[in-house]
């Protein structure tokens, strides 16, 4: 499974970024998608978690400014990012789990500046 990444940039503090992911199968044949960041000199987390049973988590971090969405027919997975902030800079990497398989997209920096 290969993940396609796009959609990151620079913008300013209180601005807003969608980033996008086309998986080369369908987004309906995985068990999760989701999209982490790492940012300079910390672990990778988690921003935001979209499971088969269309749940979605969010760490506290972004909860009410994230959100994960899905447009089946491009067969593309989105997070929409609002209100950023500087904290917010990372790289962000796409990733999904299918059958046991652990699956990263290349990652795509955003910069938020103050």
């Known amino acids: 499974v290969q993940l396609q990444a796009s959609g990151g940039g620079l913008v300013q503090a209180g601005g807003s970024l969608r980033l996008s992911c086309a998986p080369s199968?369908?987004?309906?044949?995985?068990?999760?998608m989701a999209w982490y960041r790492q940012a300079p000199g910390k672990q990778r987390e988690l921003v935001a978690q979209?499971?088969?049973?269309?749940?979605?988590d969010y760490p506290d971090s972004v909860k009410g400014r994230f959100a994960f969405s899905t447009d089946g027919a491009k067969n593309t997975v989105y997070l929409k990012m609002n209100s950023l902030k500087p904290e917010d800079t990372a790289v962000y990497y796409c990733?999904?789990?299918?059958?046991?398989?652990?699956?990263w997209g290349q990652g795509t920096l955003v910069t938020v500046s103050s």
């Open positions: 990733y999904t789990q299918q059958r046991g398989r652990h699956y």
């Open positions: 199968e369908s987004i309906y044949s995985f068990d999760v």
């Open positions: 979209f499971l088969s049973s269309g749940r979605a």
